[in-house]
């Protein structure tokens, strides 16, 4: 089996992802971890609502790999973070 999955497959994970990060009541972001069958049915196994964001976790090297730098993701989580509380910002 092939590391790519099959676009039904990811829009599952996607929906499902999605669905588990708003009823947990997540914000900015979270790791979701399945294991996929042979079969391509996706099986939920957790959600990390604050993942590492260590050089070396996962977070970290998918969004590299997606093109964005660790700093840049740690800032984009804390820009959120004050979007949403702007009176903790001592202007």
Not at 54 to 78: E, H
């Amino acid at each position: 089996m092939s590391g790519r999955l099959a676009p039904d497959v990811l829009a599952r994970l996607e929906e499902s992802s999605l669905k588990a990060f708003r009823a947990l009541g997540c914000r900015d972001f979270s790791r979701v971890d399945y294991r996929i069958a042979l079969d391509g049915t996706p099986y939920f196994l957790e959600i990390n609502p604050l993942p590492g964001l260590g050089n070396y976790s996962d977070l970290v090297i998918m969004a590299q790999m997606l093109g964005w730098t660790q700093y840049g993701l740690i800032k984009a989580v804390f820009d959120a973070a004050l979007t949403r509380y702007p009176q903790c910002v001592d202007v």
